[in-house]
């Protein structure tokens, strides 16, 4: 901080500083420490600030009682609940009366009822009706309630069947930022951002470059630091298919779909500037906000470009790794994009999937096996859907036998679905990583990581890899189970032989 930063500050916040100094060491020892990276910085700040021991004294006498009004609400509720013996559903001229209701609470209790129901299906449960129209009930009203479009309610609730999906989107995530590393340390920079009041704390243990900021004094997207080019604001998940891309020093590496360069701005700290990045995107517009952003960041190892990524390798290939970050419905930002709920139709989950299949062969091809250090493709999307995830990538495994997947090197994250409703995918999906706003406090995400094994397609056709895909889909829905699944084994064994 200069010397007209300091002058600015208030007597309370001198004192404060003064205080933070003499910290100083013992902080820096807590930022440097792998294994108790957790530690509030500010935590301390506030112990030693009566206003602050006093905010905090009534937040906690507030929050005893929210508590104890929570526990009466709900000791009331579990009383009302024992009385309902069965939680009938409207029906006829009743039921569509109730399903435009606008009454929200009374939808509201309606989903609680329903999900209780169907927690307990035998005993309170319609069995005329069958769980089916519970269901059916459920997603309309999750509809109305959280106001999704039915298509999208229906979609994602099949995927989750919990409540907490939705729940999760009306609520911000944590804002996060990434140490820039080109140009300061985490602990440098968390040191300059609490002197400037604000809260934040390391991201997790596993990140080292990340921080989550509680609240500031200072907008954040605005300090000397930030034009400076020491952070960028990114939100958790994004970090992912960067880590799991795992760029080494020197390698040749393209970003096919790159703006606004978050993620670019990620590989070149990792490369430490050096090799060279290929930052691609098919939009000239946002490209703007990339140039921007990686000459505040100090990148200087990217050539920015501008192509469709399906032209790839046309334009360039041989790469050591490609991060395809491909575009998509955007189901795992909700929270950020709410027009998401009612705006995606059919028809985008069709139109979608076929350019990311399209981006996904291309970006294989572009990778050269014979790289000494890499030979690996990192697919991701910030969407939860299927159609535009594991679908993709069994489509990607299907059309290019000469890759397979492998550990995306993450250490958490829910594993991809290896079947679903009905369709049966690759067991190797189960290597693949999900994340989801109500499991993991971040973004809905999704990443894959290949690594190719030749440059050539092996010589089976690709038409008879299409007729041996078909079968695989068709075989789940006929007859001879023990002979189907032998078969379906031997086409697995040879789509997955290098
Ligand atoms: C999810 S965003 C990428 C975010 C970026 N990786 C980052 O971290 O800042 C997807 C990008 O794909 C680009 N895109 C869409 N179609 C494309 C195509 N056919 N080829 C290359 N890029 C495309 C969009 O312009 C958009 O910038």
Not at 1 to 21: A, C, I, P
Not at 29 to 46: A, P, R, V, Y
Not at 348 to 370: C, E, G, R, T, Y
Request: proline share 4%; net charge negative; charged share 25%.
């Amino acid at each position: 901080m200069g010397t007209s930063d300091s002058d600015e500050l208030s007597t309370d916040e001198m004192s404060l500083d003064d205080e933070e100094v003499e910290n100083n060491g013992k902080k820096a020892d807590l930022f440097d420490s792998t294994d108790d990276e957790s530690i509030n910085l500010t935590e301390k700040k506030g112990i030693k600030n009566t206003t602050e021991n006093t905010i905090v004294m009534r937040s906690e006498r507030l929050e005893a009682k929210q508590k104890h009004d929570a526990a009466l609400a709900e000791a009331e509720l579990q009383a009302n609940m024992k009385q309902t013996e069965m939680f009938v559903l409207p029906s006829g001229q009743e039921g569509e009366d109730e399903q435009t209701t606008t009454d929200l609470q009374v939808v509201h209790q309606r989903i609680q009822n329903i999900i209780r129901t169907l927690n307990n299906f035998k005993e309170l449960g319609d069995h005329e009706r069958g769980r089916a129209e519970y269901i059916s009930q459920l997603t309309k009203d999750v509809a109305i309630y959280y106001g999704y479009s039915e298509f999208m309610a229906e979609k994602l609730f099949h995927l989750f069947s919990a409540i907490e999906f939705f729940e999760a989107n009306e609520v911000a995530r944590p804002v996060t930022i990434r140490t820039n590393t080109i140009r300061t340390r985490r602990r440098d920079l968390a040191q300059a951002l609490v002197n400037r009041g604000v809260n934040l704390e390391p991201i997790g243990k596993w990140s080292k470059v990340g921080l989550t900021v509680f609240d500031s004094s200072v907008p954040i997207g605005a300090t000397p630091e930030y034009l400076a080019g020491h952070y960028i604001l990114q939100s958790a998940s994004s970090f992912l298919p960067v880590m799991a891309l795992a760029p080494q020093e020197n390698e040749k590496i393209l970003d096919m779909a790159a703006a606004p360069g978050g993620k670019t701005a990620y590989i070149s700290a990792l490369m430490k500037n050096s090799g060279m990045i290929f930052a691609n995107d098919a939009s000239k517009d946002r490209l703007k906000a990339l140039v921007a952003n990686i000459h505040r960041l100090g990148v200087r190892n990217s050539v920015v470009c501008n192509y469709d990524g399906r032209e790839f390798p046309g334009v360039i290939g041989g790469f050591d790794r490609v991060l395809l970050d491909a575009p998509c419905s955007g189901t795992g930002v909700i929270s950020k994009d709410p027009g998401v709920k009612i705006n995606k139709t059919e028809k985008d989950f069709m139109i979608l999937p076929h350019l990311q299949k399209q981006l996904i062969l291309a970006a294989i091809d572009s990778v050269d096996a014979k790289s000494p250090t890499g030979g690996y493709i990192v697919y991701s999307t910030c969407s939860v859907t299927i159609e535009e995830n594991e679908q993709v990538v069994f489509y990607a495994l299907k059309k290019r036998p000469n890759v397979k997947l492998v550990s995306t090197g993450l250490e958490f994250g829910r594993e991809g679905f290896t079947k679903y409703r009905g369709k049966i995918f690759s067991p190797a999906l189960s290597l693949t990583r999900r994340y989801y706003p109500h499991v993991h406090n971040m973004d809905g995400f999704f990443v894959a990581k290949f690594k190719k094994l030749s440059n050539k397609i092996p010589s089976t056709s690709t038409a008879k890899i299409i007729a041996e895909s078909e079968l695989w889909i068709k075989v789940d829905n006929s007859g001879d189970a023990g002979q189907l699944m032998k078969e379906r084994k031997e086409i697995f064994t040879r789509l997955m032989m290098p």
